[in-house]
């Protein structure tokens, strides 16, 4: 391996009240992937932006050297004159301009303020040939999926003659193919010279791209592990991340026993939905499934199963348009027309996009928590805010969100205390049902380990828990009975002792033509 393109030396970072960074060495080598590790709120992202000049030179301290130059980046723009481009988990792309002009937004091509949009579109289809797209420069990105949108986000990278391309959990919202696609992309850009640096919380995927990695816990670099050496586990890697051993990456768990003759806490009949534009389509097809107390019962599909479309069509029917079917609890049929309706019978919906469902980021943890359920922190309409302090205080303990007070805005938080206050709000909440769609998307192994044993001790508790995961072995360590969806419809129904991956994978990936296997009874 080459001599290092990068050196961040004794990096600190103090925001108001916390010590972000504290610290910090980081060397990348000429030419490799590098990956970075940490728990969520360790100082990954923080990181990044200080090399990047999103936090410019003068907000921290410590030496950044590039290509051996000591580097003071006052700004995004003056990193990205020096070739090191950073590609936020937010994607930064304008949905309503085209491909085109996002790649060269703020770097036209342009003479005396007239774009030249002939060079543009040249320069475009160049750009997007190279990272693997064949659409047409001036489609919009609204019409392209969000695989494609990384793609772009790249293409918009190599514009600026990147020589260090920065990743900040590029798969996150990917399905396993464009995940794929998008890892063989970044082993591309590695023959043809380009550095990376990778952050993931997905271990498989460092092990597969990455050359070496750098381990961050609470703000400090823990060390650097050389990925191909069989020194390097999968284990290392998460000791060094947590801080101590994890034995077993899921809380230990007595499976649910059926009651005899009692019936289901919850249950869907014969549930179908159109989708909410095409209205011709069904998205979900005549679905049937069943919870009891105690229990957690998983819902397993590849992207379009359905999965996510039959939890929020239940959950007050927000999305599509109801088809028919009911929904009872506790053997006795409930309405659920709307959220309010769904929510007064005790049913939650933990939802898979927090930013953009679950939480109000500009509001604080406080407020956040107490949000589905202010009549319990109320008096005679008015809010006690004295109560409301202790509730949420008492989640931020227990739940163990890392927060300096209560009163930090949620949008502050890392992913996986972001998850936590949304978990903590439907608590609050007091549901007998939890629908949990994707809880631990985009959170890192200690995180998961914790709210995987507040799901545990939740279903402990008698409620009736229904866990939608696209990671097999999740499912596979927590769940009861798993069911399995393809194209709208369930395709299995598989209890504990029979499931693996493989027989949850031979359910998922049937056709519509094919009949619903059972493995377990009611």
């Given at each position: 391996m080459a001599g290092p393109v990068l050196e961040m030396r004794s990096i600190v970072k103090t925001f108001p009240g916390v010590k972000a960074l504290s610290d910090v060495t980081l060397t990348v080598a000429q030419g490799e992937v590098h990956a970075i590790c940490g728990e969520n709120g360790a100082g990954?992202?923080?990181?990044m932006k200080v090399l990047s000049g999103v936090h410019p030179h003068g907000s921290y301290e410590g030496e950044i050297l590039?290509?051996?130059?000591?580097?003071?980046f006052k700004d995004i723009r003056a990193s990205e004159q020096r070739g090191i481009v950073i590609i936020h988990q937010e994607l930064a792309l304008v949905p309503h301009l085209s491909l085109a002009e996002n790649i060269f937004l703020g770097n036209e091509h342009a003479t005396r303020g007239l774009i030249n949009w002939t060079e543009t579109l040249k320069h475009a289809t160049s750009v997007l040939r190279r990272v693997g797209l064949t659409d047409h420069p001036e489609t919009?990105?609204?019409?392209?999926?969000?695989?494609?949108q990384q793609l772009v986000e790249i293409a918009k990278a190599l514009s600026k003659e990147v020589k260090l391309l920065i990743l900040d959990e590029p798969t996150a919202a990917l399905n396993d193919e464009d995940s794929g696609k998008l890892l063989d992309l970044i082993l591309e850009l590695k023959n043809q010279g380009i550095t990376s640096i990778i952050i993931s919380h997905k271990l498989n995927e460092i092990r597969r791209v990455a050359d070496s990695v750098t381990i961050i816990r609470d703000g400090r670099s823990i060390e650097t592990l050389d990925v191909k050496s069989a020194e390097t586990t999968e284990d290392r890697i998460i000791s060094g991340m947590v801080g101590r051993d994890l034995d077993n990456r899921f809380p230990e768990r007595t499976p649910h026993e059926a009651e005899t003759g009692a019936a289901p806490a919850f249950e869907v009949r014969d549930w179908?939905?159109?989708h909410p534009i095409d209205q011709q389509r069904k998205v979900v097809d005549d679905v049937s499934l069943h919870v009891r107390r105690g229990?957690?019962?998983g819902i397993a599909g590849l992207m379009g199963a359905g999965r996510t479309e039959l939890a929020m069509s239940v959950f007050g029917r927000s999305y599509g348009r109801y088809g028919g079917g009911t929904v009872l609890k506790d053997g006795t049929e409930i309405r659920t027309k709307s959220v309010a309706e769904?929510?007064?019978?005790?049913?939650a919906y933990v939802t898979e996009d927090r930013k953009h469902y679950g939480l109000n980021l500009i509001d604080t943890i406080n407020r956040n928590i107490s949000l589905t359920a202010l009549g319990k922190v109320a008096r005679r309409g008015v809010v006690d805010e004295h109560e409301e302090r202790r509730v949420s205080e008492g989640f931020r303990k227990s739940m163990n969100i890392k927060a300096p007070t209560v009163f930090e805005p949620v949008g502050k938080l890392s992913g996986g205390n972001q998850q936590k206050v949304v978990l903590s709000k439907w608590i609050?909440?007091?549901?007998?049902v939890l629908i949990l769609d994707e809880p631990t998307r985009g959170i890192d192994v200690g995180a998961k380990y914790e709210i995987y044993t507040v799901i545990d001790q939740l279903a402990a508790q008698g409620k009736a828990v229904v866990f939608i995961s696209s990671e097999l072995p999740e499912l596979l360590g927590m769940c009861d009975r798993i069911y399995t969806m393809s194209a709208g419809r369930l395709t299995g129904e598989v209890p504990r002792a029979e499931a693996t991956q493989e027989v949850l994978m031979r359910h998922m990936t049937k056709g519509d033509e094919d009949e619903m296997e059972t493995g377990a009874t009611r």
């Open positions: 990954k992202s923080t990181l590039f290509d051996s130059e000591v580097c003071r919009r990105v609204s019409d392209i999926g969000v695989g494609k179908t939905v159109y229990e957690i019962v769904a929510v007064g019978h005790g049913i609050f909440a007091g549901p007998d």
